[in-house]
T-cell receptor, first 111, second 110 residues
Framework: QKEVEQDPGPLSVPEGAIVSLNCTYS??????FMWYRQYSRKGPELLMY????GNKEDGRFTAQVDKSSKYISLFIRDSQPSDSATYLC???????????FGRGTSLIVHP | DVKVTQSSRYLVKRTGEKVFLECVQD?????MFWYRQDPGLGLRLIYF???????EKGDIPEGYSVSREKKERFSLILESASTNQTSMYLC?????????FGPGTRLTVT
């Protein structure tokens, strides 16, 4: 079992839909949780960064962490075609510089 | 804004060649990383460096070496390129915990 599991998709949704992207993990020592967005042929860019459990909102994006279930989510409201990309979750232990990445979920938002 | 640049976007090399991939950052970050990204395998850490002239092996260092002579520059070296090293190579910096990625180098070894 990989430390971080993420469904590769693709996930195809109509414009305006609410998107839910998820990751599960097995290492209970993970404390910091990140979401990256990667457009085709580009490097990943950091979208959201959260510590421990709870929710964090930034515009149309909400990151949610449930440490008891070892489950994290990224919600995208009012999805746009420009949101079409691969979304990578990542997480790390406190004091470590090295995150563990999920393999990414491909999202397609069609007009 | 953090800027991480990589020397080439696309590179084609022959088997057995020595290949240099360069990464330069402009934000004075201590930590720098080299990853490769392959379909179905995700991001895999090759090497990282937390200071000038300091380096640590990642998960897949075999066939690679690195050099960090200056803080802003981190080079990945393929001593003798092989076809199984065809991949997307991504450099990242950390400040120290949040990682910022460069645009990537698509390397093809024929």
């Amino acid at each position: 079992q990989k430390e971080v599991e993420q469904d590769p998709g693709p996930l195809s949704v109509p414009e305006g839909a609410i998107v839910s992207l998820n990751c599960t993990y097995s290492n209970s020592a993970f404390q910091y949780f990140m979401w990256y967005r990667q457009y085709s042929r580009k490097g990943p860019e950091l979208l959201m960064y959260t510590y421990s459990s709870g929710n964090k909102e930034d515009g149309r994006f909400t990151a949610q962490v449930d440490k008891s279930s070892k489950y994290i989510s990224l919600f995208i409201r009012d999805s746009q075609p420009s949101d079409s990309a691969t979304y990578l979750c990542a997480m790390r232990q406190g004091g470590s510089y090295i995150p563990t990445f999920g393999r990414g979920t491909s999202l397609i938002v069609h007009p | 804004d953090v800027k991480v640049t990589q020397s080439s976007r696309y590179l084609v090399k022959r088997t057995g060649e020595k290949v240099f991939l360069e990464c330069v950052q402009d934000m004075d970050h201590e930590n720098m990383f080299w990853y490769r990204q392959d379909p179905g395998l995700g991001l895999r850490l090759i090497y990282f460096s937390y200071d000038v002239k300091m380096k640590e092996k990642g998960d897949i260092p075999e066939g690679y070496s690195v050099s960090r002579e200056k803080k802003e520059r981190f080079s990945l070296i393929l001593e003798s390129a092989s076809t199984n090293q065809t991949s997307m190579y991504l450099c990242a910096t950390g400040d120290p915990y949040e990682q910022y990625f460069g645009p990537g180098t698509r390397l093809t070894v024929t």
